[in-house]
């Protein structure tokens, strides 16, 4: 059974920081693309960015230059740092990993953490 559990989400100003964190537990032979998305009422489930297992990372356009997407392959955990947070990043924000395991490859979610960015 693999598991993601995220963490560190809140309530937050607009123009600060929130670090969010997503360990992967279970049994794991290898982790590939890592990733965070995020879905606010009345809007689709939109991918935030990525990393790959190499370091190789992808932001959405409205993240770039605020946000940095980090990973410790040896702790199989990603981060999401956010920076100068604006109201419009509220949202539900997902954990998604494609991980090899004891009974295969297969896309994991976190349960989701809720981000608030508002005065």
């Known amino acids: 059974q693999v598991q993601l559990v995220e963490s560190g989400g809140g309530l937050v100003q607009p123009g600060g920081s929130l670090r969010l964190s997503c360990a992967a537990s279970g049994s794991i032979f290898s982790i590939n693309a890592m990733g965070w998305y995020r879905q606010a009422p009345g809007k689709q489930h939109n991918l935030v960015a990525e990393?790959?297992?190499?370091?190789?990372?992808n932001y959405a356009d409205s993240v770039k230059g605020r946000f940095t997407i980090l990973r410790d392959n040896a702790k199989n955990t990603v981060y999401l740092q956010m920076n100068s947070l604006k109201p419009e990043d509220t949202a539900v924000y997902y954990c998604?990993?494609?991980?090899?395991?004891?009974?295969?490859?297969?896309?994991?979610w976190g349960q989701g953490t809720q981000v608030t960015v508002s005065s």
């Open positions: 990393i790959t297992r190499g370091d190789m990372t």
């Open positions: 998604n990993a494609d991980i090899t395991g004891r009974l295969g490859r297969g896309d994991y």
